[in-house]
């Protein structure tokens, strides 16, 4: 079955690294990837999309790859800080009828 | 408002008795979605509407589910004779086009329902 995987265990970085977290894709080839953060008790929000023809989306220290030879993406935070403490989420819809498959998500962890 | 609101924000209630959740989507946005998120897990699709379309109910659970939507507006979740199992985030996002566009969802804060 399609599925997304992200690492279940929390991620601890130090603060002002760079923070990568994995999504991995099987079984099926995603037209896009998202990525979303979910803080606790919040909704998840919107942060980047990655199309499958682009290698590399940005948005300030964000940034986001997409390698369809390895069916992964990464996501990078540049310049870590506490406040990017948070469960990060990919998602990738089905190609046959659109539906979004979610990763469990990732927390991650920013140390001062 | 400016974003999706969802009611109520808890809901604790016993077992065997029926819930109604509800979600005021973005106006304007043709697209809605019900999920439900258990504890340390992703996001488990259960219902799509988009505009005046038959809904996509693919991801009901059982049929003590059901959804409604009236409009491009309000919609509600209603879970018939809950079980302990029924217990998660009940999470709404809309959109302002349909599933097949690479857009983003917008998500409300979602109802966190306990099933004694």
């Known amino acids: 079955s399609q599925k997304i995987e992200q690492n279940s265990e929390a991620l601890n970085i130090q603060e002002g690294k760079t923070a990568t977290l994995t999504c991995n894709y099987t079984n099926y080839s995603p037209a896009y990837l998202q990525w979303y953060r979910q803080d606790p008790g919040r909704g998840p929000v919107f942060l980047l999309l990655i199309r499958e023809n682009e290698k590399e989306k940005r948005k300030e220290r964000l940034k986001v790859t997409f390698d369809t030879t390895l069916k992964q993406s990464l996501f990078h935070i540049t310049a870590s800080q506490p406040a990017d403490s948070a469960t990060y989420l990919c998602a990738a819809p089905r190609r046959s009828n659109y539906q979004l498959i979610w990763g469990a998500g990732t927390k991650l962890i920013i140390k001062p | 408002g400016a974003g999706v609101s969802q009611s109520p924000s808890n809901k604790v209630t016993e077992k065997g008795k029926d819930v109604e959740l509800r979600c005021d989507p973005i106006?304007?946005?043709?697209?809605l979605y019900w999920y439900r998120q258990r504890l340390g897990q992703g996001l488990e699709f259960l219902i799509y509407f988009q505009g005046n379309s038959a809904p996509d109910k693919s991801g009901l659970p059982s049929d003590r589910f059901s959804a409604e939507r009236t409009g491009e507006s309000v919609s509600t979740l209603t879970i018939q004779r809950t079980q302990q199992e029924d217990s998660a985030v009940y999470l709404c996002?809309?959109?302002?086009?349909?599933?097949?566009?690479?857009?983003?969802?917008?998500f409300g804060d979602g109802t966190r329902l306990s099933i004694l």
């Open positions: 996002a809309s959109s302002p086009l349909g599933q097949g566009e690479d857009q983003p969802q917008h």
């Open positions: 106006s304007g946005h043709t697209a």
